[in-house]
């Protein structure tokens, strides 16, 4: 996004008594890490429970409106590998945790967000 289109966003809030909102999103593997360090001359041990396989996900939005206090709305998925089961959030998601917002917030909002080919 550029300093240009922020402004903008910005003026439309202010004209629609909106919400500004920036939304992003992230993930995380829970394998446990390969590499080690360790002294010289000493083996590391690592001692790691079961597979560890997984993910977690994490889509939030930070809500941002003059005279209310700011509000941080999220979404986590955890995937587990099994059949069938998503590994990130989808469209359909993102679409719900907008409409989410959008209800929680009680007004218009001013999406921000990345240009992820997702959205």
Not at 41 to 63: D, E, F, K, N
Not at 84 to 111: M, N, S, T, Y
């Amino acid at each position: 996004m550029e300093e240009g289109d922020l402004a903008a966003g910005k003026s439309i809030a202010a004209e629609r008594g909106a919400w500004i909102v920036f939304e992003d999103e992230a993930g995380q593997s829970m394998t446990p890490p390969r590499a080690t360090w360790g002294r010289i001359g000493r083996t590391p041990i690592v001692r790691v429970r079961g597979r560890g396989s997984g993910r977690v996900s994490m889509a939030g939005m930070a809500c941002y409106k003059p005279g209310q206090r700011s509000r941080l709305i999220y979404a986590i998925r955890d995937y587990r590998g099994r059949k069938d089961e998503p590994k990130g959030f989808g469209w359909r998601d993102f679409r719900a945790l907008v409409v989410r917002a959008r209800i929680q917030l009680g007004g218009p909002i001013v999406l921000v967000w990345d240009n992820v080919r997702l959205h």
